[in-house]
């Protein structure tokens, strides 16, 4: 069975600060990762994904992340982040094409002024 | 660009009643996925069908009930619903079998009460 583990419930940062939301996860097979950020009341939103090819992914508002084999890490970065950028971030997995997603406990980041 | 529907948005039932959540998939995607988000939790997947048939099935419970119509549109039916019926539940869907379309696009919710 696969799981996905957020190391951090709660990230609080300041604003223009760099920020990583960590993300392992367990797999006996190949997966596909993916990001996606839940604002306030609102649907999930993709952010990123790695399918295969080149680790390191770059998404929208600035986000990116790094897919890592042999930690079985999925790490998201972001150089400078800005208050709208409060939000509720999952990491998440599929390990069939067109198969359900797993996700983990979600990292809520707050960015203060 | 067209997103996910679902409808209602909002509902609010009392314990024992029946539901009915519509999802009304982007164009063209044949796949449609069901998830839970419980307060404070993670989305739990709970069922998916693939061109109108059942794809994958995750904790549904057996009290609930799901289908695909000809048109790709989805309904959740919830019977004798029960307080920890309360959640958020997202409708998702892709053209998941096109190579590299893998991604699931999601719906707003259906923000659902049950008092």
């Known amino acids: 069975a696969q799981s996905v583990t957020q190391l951090d419930s709660q990230v609080p940062v300041f604003e223009e600060a760099p920020v990583e939301l960590r993300c392992n996860y367990s797999?006996?097979?190949?997966?596909?990762l993916f990001w996606y950020v839940q604002y306030p009341n609102q649907g999930l939103q993709l952010l990123l994904k790695?399918?295969?090819?080149?680790?390191l992914v770059k998404g929208i508002n600035g986000f990116e992340a790094e897919f890592n084999k042999s930690q079985t890490s999925f790490h998201l970065r972001k150089p400078s982040v800005h208050i709208s950028d409060t939000a509720e971030y999952f990491c998440?997995?599929?390990?069939?094409?067109?198969?359900?997603?797993?996700f983990g406990q979600g990292t809520e980041l707050s960015v203060k002024p | 660009a067209a997103g996910v529907i679902q409808s209602p948005r909002h509902l609010i039932k009392e314990k024992r009643e029946t539901a009915t959540l519509k999802c009304y998939p982007i164009p063209r995607h044949d796949t449609v996925y069901w998830y839970q988000q419980g307060p404070g939790q993670d989305p739990q997947f709970l069922i998916s069908f693939y061109e109108k048939m059942q794809s994958d099935k995750g904790s549904i419970p057996d009290r609930f009930s799901a289908q695909q119509f000809s048109d790709y549109h989805s309904e959740l039916n919830m019977s004798s619903l029960e307080l920890g019926d309360s959640a958020l539940y997202f409708c998702?869907?892709?053209?998941?079998?096109?190579?590299?379309?893998?991604?699931?696009?999601f719906g707003p919710g259906t923000r659902l009460l049950v008092l």
């Open positions: 998440a997995v599929s390990v069939t094409q067109g198969g359900k997603l797993i």
């Open positions: 998702a869907s892709s053209p998941a079998y096109i190579r590299g379309q893998e991604t699931q696009y």
């Open positions: 790695y399918l295969s090819g080149s680790t």
């Open positions: 797999s006996s097979v190949s997966v596909y």
